[in-house]
């Protein structure tokens, strides 16, 4: 089976970026999302990426006019996926939200259509059983962002048919990711697996006063020669994500502590629209964050 047709669920950080490197591979995409509101940021995010792919990634005009020809945004759901060959679902990191999703697409999508999870944090066995179709449902999951950190993991659960499993690696593969397969499932895959205990031990650090975010970023990228450290990374994710997965684990573990930083999160920078690199300011302020100017790391 070769995918042409391509949907992508919520057009928000990641869905509108998994968008935008999928039309420009030439597939013909769709975003849905709940509002046109929020349709309406996902197209100012692709005019910012199509100068970003103009000015970086050799990008002709031409390209990117086809780019954009290749991309519908629309809040119905129903027509979104009529004709879908595969559905990249980008919604919030909110079980509630991401099972209601797929108990509509179970009555909605074709029976063709290969549905995959973005999730960063659930595994596709605890949504597997509301998609009606659990064969045709893993995780294809991106890092961000999306054409830099190209990597495209691939998580099945224990029902996924290795051949979906094979037909979504080589989609990875033609929309310019490097594939990383995953060989069972793992709570946060390879990258998260190793990515969410630095963040929770840099946000620890700091939300105890230990250091400030700066130093804290400093260490890391002199140490290990990274161009990130962790609070500029936390930026490029962005704050609503970082929220949910504070609270989710504060709830998890009935963590006081945990829940307030949650709520320090919220307060500091979500209702400022302080939601990293998206808005262009987090903890570093974009265009040109702090810690990419020469004499940071002196
Ligand atoms: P986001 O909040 O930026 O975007 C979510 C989008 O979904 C918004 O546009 C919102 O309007 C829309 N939405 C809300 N309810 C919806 C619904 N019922 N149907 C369709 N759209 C709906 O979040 P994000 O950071 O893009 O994260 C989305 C998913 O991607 C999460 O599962 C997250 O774990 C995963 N992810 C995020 C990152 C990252 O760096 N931000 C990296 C990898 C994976």
């Known amino acids: 089976m070769r995918i042409k047709n391509v949907t992508v669920l919520g057009g928000g950080v990641l869905g509108s970026q998994i968008a935008w490197q999928t039309a420009f591979k030439g597939f013909n995409v769709i ?10 940021k996902s197209k100012k995010f692709h005019k910012g990426f199509s100068e970003y792919f103009k000015n970086y990634k050799n990008a002709t005009e031409k390209d ?21 060959d595969l559905i990249s679902e980008s919604v919030p990191e909110v079980f509630e939200i991401k099972k209601e999703i797929y108990e509509k697409l179970s009555k909605l999508a074709p029976e063709k259509t290969i549905f995959t999870t973005n999730s960063s944090t659930m595994l596709p066995s605890q949504l597997a059983k509301y998609t009606g179709r659990p064969e045709k449902f893993l995780a294809l999951h991106f890092a961000n962002p999306v054409w830099e950190a190209n990597i495209g993991e691939v998580m099945g659960h224990e029902e996924t048919s290795p051949e979906i499993f094979e037909i979504v690696v080589n989609f990875a593969k033609d929309i310019g990711m490097i594939p990383i397969p995953i060989k069972k499932e793992q709570s946060g895959y390879v990258l998260n697996s190793l990515l969410v205990p630095l963040l929770h031990a840099a946000e620890t650090l700091y939300f105890d006063g230990v250091a400030d975010y700066k130093d804290i970023d400093k260490t890391w990228m002199i140490s290990t020669g990274s161009k990130f450290g962790p609070f500029g990374i936390i930026d490029l994710i962005g704050m609503n994500t970082l929220y949910n997965i504070i609270k989710m684990r504060g709830e998890k573990l009935n963590d006081k502590k945990i829940l307030s930083r949650a709520e320090k999160i919220k307060k500091n920078f979500i209702d400022k629209n ?25």
Do not use: H, R, W
């Open 274 to 298: 302080k939601l990293g690199v998206s808005t262009g300011e987090g903890f570093y302020k974009y265009p040109n964050p702090e810690y990419q100017k020469t004499d940071f790391l002196k």
């Open 64 to 84: 990117i006019d086809k780019t954009f020809s290749n991309i519908q945004y629309t809040t119905n759901l129903e027509e979104a996926i009529k004709n879908a």
């Open 31 to 40: 975003i849905y999302d709940i509002s046109e509101e929020s349709l309406e």
